[in-house]
């Protein structure tokens, strides 16, 4: 019988840990662990991207959607290279990733070798929390348990180097004598708590307060009960921050929805308004949006001490879980007895999701991006995953869709880049394969690498329970977002070489790998092929011809951005008459008389 090899042995240990697939691409850097693999069966389960910066993003979505550790793996040299940014969204947005890289030969380090690449000086910042080489057998066990246990407590991206010679050595245990490490398996973790006095000290600032606000972010994740409980002792009103969308229901009236530059107008004045602030479980860094900070009186609650304190000048901060804090600060809670607060936030919030059926309702050529999330909203399966990519579908996933029940959603928050839409849709279905799942994408993402990796849905759809992936497109021959923000923070007109993209018929290219494609140019045809799509047994792609002049106007936006914007459109702006009417139009729904209105 052939002995158990240092990728044998790896392989071995990613099953003991639970490991259930591995998010990569292949090459000779790996090969030791590639040859293990066909040894063991495909288990872990080799999910195979088009790119290592998509299996990195797979890895992410699939730990943020799965809420466990992903693990995803590369060559030496430029594949370990390719991995970098789906690693730096996994750092920015505390997502739990190992990444395991292989490295060119023992012997040729040094040398100026082919794919030689200093890996650790080049992971020593997006993977600043764990990242070592496994130089000698004997060192696997514990460099693999102490990367794994690393990314699930510091909620981080960790990174294992294996010299290529390395992995086709034998196996061998770490011995009981000097200079070897042991190691061991599994982690319990513990419920972390502020102690007593520091809970009295919020209680008194929170029952001090007449207009409570509170602001959560995915922190607060599992913690769902007891944040709906503080809110309705406290009468406060709840702001999500966008990784925190999923967190509580948007059908809760006092939930005023995202908060941010992508905010909604009941956050905007929730925060504006209030005069105490509770945050759990978030790292919103945009301060600008919270409340003056002389106005204010505030608690943080996070289970992480390095970011406790940090964005707002907080009273008390607690260090400890959501959800046993939050227990143990409920009984010291005062009820308000006067509900004029809480009222006000859901009239609030009640004419803010009526303005938004109404802006989806704003006619455009040939489709207004608004009316795509919109259609959606009413239809959503309860179970349903949406993941957005960076650009203006961020915009309307942020506004337009209305969370309840299970779903679950996410998106490239802190590092805000484009692509990770279609690869985080992969990453959750391998999470959840019995769920559907929806993404978001524009069509200069979906250039970028989108329709790469509708290839890998090609490849795995049929290995899922639920076969349904709604990919849909907002296909507009534009680089969106950009645009706008030449306009509004640029002071500068669309610069068409720049921005224009070449048009691709997404749907046909769909039907040619088997998926099912519908092209959509009509917004009486958008309901319809949404049901189409979530009836399909197949993944859809949905290629939605929108209207690029549909502006994303935050309903905060300040008068310098509406002035940059205007002075920008009058420069020369190709699309100047188009952005104007669709932006009078849009913003005009925001005054006209809602059914809540008083006479």
């Not at 009295?200 to 409570?212: E, M, P, Q, Y």
């Not at 009273?315 to 400890?320: F, K, Q, R, S």
């Not at 993941?387 to 802190?414: E, H, I, V």
Request: charged letters at 20%; one cysteine or more; hydrophobic letters at 40%.
């Amino acid at each position: 019988m052939a002995s158990m090899t240092v990728g044998d042995h790896l392989l071995s240990r990613l099953r003991d840990w639970g490991v259930e697939h591995v998010f990569a691409y292949p090459g000779d850097g790996i090969n030791g662990i590639i040859a293990a693999w066909s040894r063991a069966d495909d288990h872990p389960q080799f999910v195979q991207a088009r790119h290592e910066e998509m299996a990195a993003f797979e890895a992410v979505g699939y730990a943020k959607f799965g809420d466990r550790v992903a693990v995803c793996m590369a060559t030496s040299g430029p594949g370990a290279i390719h991995l970098l940014n789906g690693l730096y969204d996994a750092k920015l947005d505390h997502v739990p990733v190992v990444a395991i890289v292989g490295q060119t030969a023992r012997s040729a380090i040094g040398g100026s070798y082919q794919q030689e690449v200093d890996l650790q000086t080049l992971y020593k910042d997006v993977a600043s929390d764990y990242v070592h080489t496994v130089t000698v057998p004997e060192q696997l066990p514990n460099v693999l348990d102490r990367a794994m246990r690393v990314a699930m407590g510091r909620r981080a991206p960790t990174a294992i180097i294996i010299p290529s010679d390395v992995q086709e050595l034998e196996h061998r245990e770490p011995t009981h004598s000097f200079k070897m490490v042991p190691s061991s398996l599994g982690i319990e973790w513990p419920e972390v708590q502020p102690n007593s006095e520091a809970i009295r000290r919020a209680a008194d600032v929170l029952n001090a307060g007449t207009k409570v606000a509170m602001l959560i972010g995915q922190g607060a994740r599992g913690a769902r009960e007891e944040v709906q409980q503080v809110a309705d002792l406290l009468g406060a009103g709840v702001a999500k921050a966008l990784l925190g969308k999923d967190v509580l229901s948007d059908e809760l009236p006092y939930v005023t929805g995202s908060i941010g530059l992508l905010g909604t107008r009941p956050s905007y004045e929730l925060m504006r308004d209030c005069d105490t602030l509770l945050t759990v479980g978030s790292n919103f860094p945009y301060s600008q949006f919270m409340p003056p900070f002389d106005k204010v009186r505030a608690v943080q609650i996070d289970i992480d001490s390095t970011f406790i304190g940090m964005r707002y000048p907080y009273e008390v901060n607690l260090v400890g879980d959501a959800a046993s804090t939050l227990r143990t600060l409920l009984p010291q809670l005062q009820r308000k007895t006067d509900r004029s607060w809480r009222e006000e936030v859901e009239s609030q919030v009640a004419r803010w999701w009526e303005t938004m059926e109404m802006q989806a309702a704003v006619e455009a050529d040939p489709i207004n991006p608004m009316l795509l999330f919109h259609e959606l909203s009413g239809r959503m399966p309860d179970d349903l995953m949406v993941t957005a990519d960076s650009g203006s579908s961020a915009n309307w996933y942020a506004r337009q869709l209305k969370f309840r029940g299970r779903m679950r959603g996410s998106l490239s928050g802190t590092l805000a880049t484009m692509g990770p839409g279609v690869p985080y849709g992969i990453g959750a279905k391998f999470a959840h394969p019995d769920r559907p799942a929806v993404v978001f994408a524009g069509d200069g993402a979906m250039q970028m690498n989108g329709m790469a990796e509708l290839i890998t849905i090609k490849h795995y759809w049929e290995s899922w329970s639920d076969p349904r992936l709604v990919v849909a497109i907002l296909h507009n021959d534009d680089l969106n977002q950009v645009t706008w923000e030449l306009r509004a923070m640029n002071n500068s007109p669309q610069f068409l070489p720049s921005q224009r993209l070449p048009d691709v018929p997404y749907a046909a290219f769909a039907n040619s790998l088997g998926l099912q494609g519908i092209s959509v140019d009509k917004p009486e045809d958008v309901g319809p092929a949404w049901e189409r799509a979530l009836a399909a047994d197949r993944p859809t792609v949905l290629d939605v011809r929108t209207d690029p002049d549909v502006p994303p106007i935050p309903p905060h936006a300040t008068y310098e951005q509406m002035k940059s914007t205007i002075e920008a459109l009058m420069k020369g702006d190709s699309a100047r008459w188009g952005v104007i009417k669709e932006g009078m139009l849009t913003k005009l729904q925001e005054f006209l008389p809602h059914s809540g209105d008083k006479d």
